[in-house]
């Protein structure tokens, strides 16, 4: 794999590269950050396939009910409820406001029945008590955020907890030689480029800042659209950190590649990563 790390690795992002830079279809003044976030950063189907494919792969049936920490627009608890009718979804963010916008695009991505199997929680994932659910979602590193191991085996022993007992927890890390980096990345996408801004890396702490800007062909931007102060955690340190918290099994998922040497979506549990220039690997907790 090649790919640079962070926001723009994995193949599941060249998907979308390359589209026509449509001149004058989007500027800054009249783009909302959040979709152009969904745009460029996410793949909430992908996602569910991996849900689906690891519950059959470790429980031998699909899982129904989950729980989406860290939701943003709860776009792929959309999916999940899209995907079949009994299954069911808990969307969790800190932020009314980004979760208010999702709300607002219920009517359009969901009809009656599956809108019933969507919640909306505003609370922190820290103390939000819900349901027992099969899965629990933590994605797009978002758990980064938790900058000590004390923080950070808190939240997993939180979601241990949220799960049911034969629960599997699933979650993303990046990582690669890339990762420890300040640099730039861009990307041309359908109307707009997305630019990926490893603004600071401190190698003596691991905390990172990184940027989401967003440039129009009319040369406007949105810099800053979304910013990230995150503890860059590895693979290592966070199975450890699972099992500290409870889990009784740890797997990491590493994607295979393709001819070309790129990631090709297809993910397999593996002991043996590549040391490459950017990865996105899954890791998948069992209670
Ligand atoms: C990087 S976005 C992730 C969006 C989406 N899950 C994805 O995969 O792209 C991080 C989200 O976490 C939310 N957040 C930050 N701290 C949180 C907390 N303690 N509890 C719940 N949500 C939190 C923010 O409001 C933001 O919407």
């Known amino acids: ?35 152009l ?16 494919q690891v519950w059959e792969e470790q429980r031998g049936r699909l899982a129904t009910s989950i729980r989406e920490d860290f939701c943003g627009t709860a776009i792929a608890s959309m999916s999940w409820v899209k995907r079949r009718r009994a299954n069911t979804a808990i969307a969790v963010d800190l932020s009314a406001e980004v979760m208010d916008w999702g709300k607002k695009k219920v009517a359009e991505r969901l009809n009656a029945s599956q809108a019933k199997q969507l919640t909306f929680v505003q609370d922190n994932v820290l103390t939000v008590e819900t349901e027992p659910v099969d899965s629990v979602l933590a994605m797009n590193f978002s758990y980064f955020l938790f900058r000590t191991r004390k923080e950070l085996k808190h939240y997993f022993t939180r979601v241990h907890h949220a799960l049911k007992d034969d629960g599997l927890f699933l979650l993303d890390a990046y990582g690669g030689s890339d ?5 730039e990345e861009d990307r041309d996408l359908d109307g707009f480029t997305y630019i990926w801004d490893q603004a600071y890396y401190n190698p003596i702490s691991g905390d990172v800042t990184n940027h989401i800007h967003f440039k129009f062909p009319d040369g406007t931007r949105i810099d800053k659209a979304f910013s990230y102060h995150w503890r860059l955690w590895t693979l290592p340190e966070i199975q450890e950190l699972l099992k500290e918290a409870g889990f009784r099994t740890v797997h990491v998922y590493w994607e295979g590649t393709d001819e070309d040497g790129e990631g090709d979506n297809e993910w397999t549990i593996s002991t043996r990563g590549e040391a490459c220039e950017g990865w996105i690997a899954y890791i998948v907790a069992g209670k």
Do not use: C
């Open 37 to 52: 976030y969904e745009l460029s950063v996410q793949e909430p189907e992908a996602e569910v396939d991996l849900t689906d």
């Open 179 to 183: 990762s420890f980096l300040e640099m």
């Open 1 to 35: 794999m090649t790919a640079t790390a962070t926001k723009m690795p994995k193949n599941k992002k060249k998907k979308k590269k390359n589209k026509s830079l449509r001149k004058g279809w989007r500027t800054a003044s009249t783009s909302d950050i959040h979709e």
